[in-house]
């Protein structure tokens, strides 16, 4: 059993489109989050939940939207897709919201690119 | 402003020789620290997780030291094979809840 599923994993799109990536864990954890890995290889939080309620919202874009549904799914929506949004895109959970204290489990990644 | 420097430059080792990584941050005073190992392709896994008060932490044939005095931690790979050639990342908790900061990440290439 996976236990943290992204969907899809290659997302292959033009400049200006609407796209979503959804994800869903089922370790029965709290905390959700979504991780922009550029091709620098950096590795950079952009948003967490915690039962559903958004904790974390670091400097990103508002074409960027997560939508957390149930405390197992944590959806990314990119409105207006640039080149720069080119990345893989990762989802995580943890226990709970302590994540310095919390080992955070990872998706598989989503590549992403725009064209 | 917040800083994790780990080694830019792959680490290149022979089979059975330790592998040891630095991690270096400044501008935080983390209560903890985590490594994590990432594979081509795929997402980091957990390894070990260290408290400021522990200088030490094993796990199997791995080893991570935190000393907070130096603001660094070292990672060792003892005994080492090539399945460990992965990229190591660290990770330090950051001054919001439940936010974690990555390093850029070593990778480490094991030849037989």
């Known amino acids: 059993d996976t236990a943290v599923s992204q969907t899809p994993k290659y997302l292959v799109t033009q400049m200006g489109n609407d796209k979503s990536i959804k994800c869903e864990q089922n370790l029965g954890h709290d905390t959700m989050y979504w991780y922009k890995q550029d091709s620098k290889k950096f590795l950079k939080i952009m948003f967490s939940y915690n039962n559903k309620e958004l904790i974390i919202n670091e400097t990103v874009p508002n074409r960027f939207s997560p939508k957390s549904p149930d405390k197992a799914h944590l959806n990314l929506h990119i409105n207006s897709l640039e080149l720069g949004d080119s990345a893989v895109y990762f989802c995580?959970?943890?226990?709970?919201?302590?994540?310095?204290?919390?080992?955070?489990?990872f998706g598989p990644g989503t590549r992403l690119t725009v064209l | 402003s917040q800083k994790i420097e780990q080694n830019s430059e792959a680490l290149n080792i022979q089979e059975g020789k330790t592998a040891t990584l630095t991690c270096n941050y400044t501008?935080?005073?983390?209560?903890?620290l985590q490594w994590y190992r990432q594979d081509p392709g795929r997402g980091p896994v957990f390894l070990l997780l260290?408290?400021?008060?522990?200088k030490e932490k094993r796990k199997e044939r791995l080893k991570v030291t935190f000393d907070t005095t130096l603001k660094q931690s070292l990672f060792h790979i003892t005994a080492s094979q090539p399945a460990d050639s992965a990229t190591y990342l660290c990770a330090l908790e950051s001054d919001s809840w439940g936010k974690l900061q990555f390093g850029a990440g070593t990778q480490v290439v094991v030849t037989p």
């Open positions: 995580a959970s943890s226990q709970d919201g302590q994540g310095g204290l919390n080992e955070q489990f």
């Open positions: 501008n935080y005073s983390p209560a903890y």
């Open positions: 260290i408290r400021e008060n522990e």
